[in-house]
């Protein structure tokens, strides 16, 4: 009688235990899943991150080795103005511009038309210009998403282009209503070099409500080595519950996606200036197959400048012990263009901590390393910026990109520059 007694006791007591462990788990996974923390761990978690960054920092981060006899030096070729914001007529503000190389080695530009102000959450149209030789001459304006008088707030916001060269498509990824309850991630395409376009289409179940993201202004890419050779990838910023940067893949040719890696901001939500907060970003792929992110610095996380992260499995993680942040590349909290060429990394942005002026390019020889001071493009006021390449030209880059002398989106310009190459015999 007395065992019977004492198991009875002994299963009560591990009942018990059970529910103490079950309560345990789910606090633990909410934490997990929704990282808004007490100051204590937010603490612990910043100290983490600051020793990862500055170990990565301090690191080789299993780059490549690049020779470095060989220089690099810019010309301008021509500097063309494709939209001005004249405040004036239905559309009067144009901000934001993506460029890319089509199918057949032209050129697409397209940029958001604002009706009612300058800011991002008024009604816009989507505009598109061609240009078929080269950046010399470009097509007349062609309007692709339009959301008539919608209400403030409840309109489209550009994001990111990019083109897959196995099926010879151009797509465009965006979000509608960002700042809304429920957002939605709409695709575009075009089949035939960016003249024609279809109808937007929704996505936003493929990748999931919780991981709906602004696509970041700029281009995404298509990979050209293992690991996921030809899985197109975007970079996108900001959810509707919080913030951070998540990467969305396609294995597919762009007919399903699917969310990879995913870096949340800390705290995940209300992040206070000079906290961990991840935001606009734009990927390039290296000739080891991983893939470099340069990073929009939001709340000034220890610098005015730009963050850096790694992906070496295709875009599925993105490891904190690879992240690190990029004193020489200052910036005013902005997105930059990044381009990947034969050996040079370009870059393009205000050499600026505070302020949205004085445009340059500078490049790297070393996959990033360290970087030259650059040409300056434009010395007064300017904003975003994007680069591209023509496949079947080697010398020449393009650069698309916001400038002015009363504010810094006055008009949108593309600068054509001729890449010139010089071997150092002297260098051992």
């Known amino acids: 009688m007395a065992d019977v007694k004492q198991a009875s006791a002994m299963l009560k007591w591990l009942r018990v235990m059970l529910r103490v462990l079950l309560v345990i788990m789910v606090f633990m996974t909410g934490r997990l899943l929704y990282p808004r923390v007490s100051n204590s761990t937010l603490t612990k978690r910043q100290m983490d991150l600051h020793n990862d960054v500055q170990t990565a920092q301090e690191s080789s981060v299993q780059r490549s080795s690049h020779s470095s006899n060989v220089g690099v030096s810019l010309s301008v070729v021509h500097d063309i103005v494709l939209w001005t914001s004249d405040r004036l007529g239905e559309v009067g503000i144009y901000r934001v511009p993506v460029l890319t190389y089509t199918p057949k080695g032209n050129l697409v530009a397209i940029t958001e038309g604002r009706r ?16 078929t030789d080269g950046g010399a001459t470009w097509s007349p304006s062609q309007w692709i998403v339009d959301d008539g008088k919608s209400r403030f707030k409840r309109c489209s916001y550009i994001g990111t282009i990019f083109t897959d060269d196995t099926t010879a498509t151009i797509f465009l990824m965006y979000v ?7 957002r939605s991630l709409m695709l575009i395409n075009s089949t035939d070099d960016g003249v024609t376009w279809g109808r937007p289409r929704n996505i936003t179940d493929h990748i999931g409500k919780n991981y709906i993201t602004h696509p970041s202004p700029g281009y995404g890419i298509q990979k050209k080595h293992d690991p996921a050779k030809g899985r197109l990838i975007v970079c996108g910023h900001g959810f509707h519950d919080g913030l951070g940067i998540v990467l969305l893949l396609s294995d597919d040719h762009g007919v399903t996606w699917r969310h990879g890696a995913f870096v949340p901001s800390v705290p995940f939500l209300d992040t206070p200036k000079g906290y961990f907060d991840p935001d606009e970003c734009q990927p390039v792929e290296l000739p080891d197959g991983s893939i470099h992110i340069v990073v929009r610095n939001q709340m ?3 610098c005015n400048c730009k963050m850096i992260m ?5 875009g599925e993680t993105l490891p904190r012990k690879y992240m690190l942040l990029d004193r020489a590349l200052v910036e005013p909290r902005i997105t930059s263009g990044v381009w990947y060429h034969n050996g040079t990394m370009f870059y393009t942005g205000p050499k600026t901590k505070t302020k949205r002026s004085k445009l340059f390019i500078r490049w790297s020889q070393d996959y990033g390393r ?15 910026s994007t680069l591209t390449m023509l496949p079947q030209d080697d010398n020449h880059i393009y650069m698309l990109y916001e400038r002015g002398t009363k504010e810094y989106f006055d008009e949108i310009a593309v600068t054509k520059m001729k890449i010139s190459t010089t071997t150092d015999r002297s260098a051992t």
């Open 300 to 302: 000034v996380y220890r």
């Open 176 to 182: 509608y209503c960002e700042f809304c309850p429920t």
């Open 310 to 314: 790694r992906s070496f499995d295709g």
């Open 116 to 131: 009612k102000s300058k800011s991002d959450e008024n009604p816009k149209i989507f505009t598109v210009k061609r240009s």
């Open 370 to 384: 360290t970087w030259t001071p650059g040409t300056e493009i434009w010395g007064d006021l300017a904003g975003y």
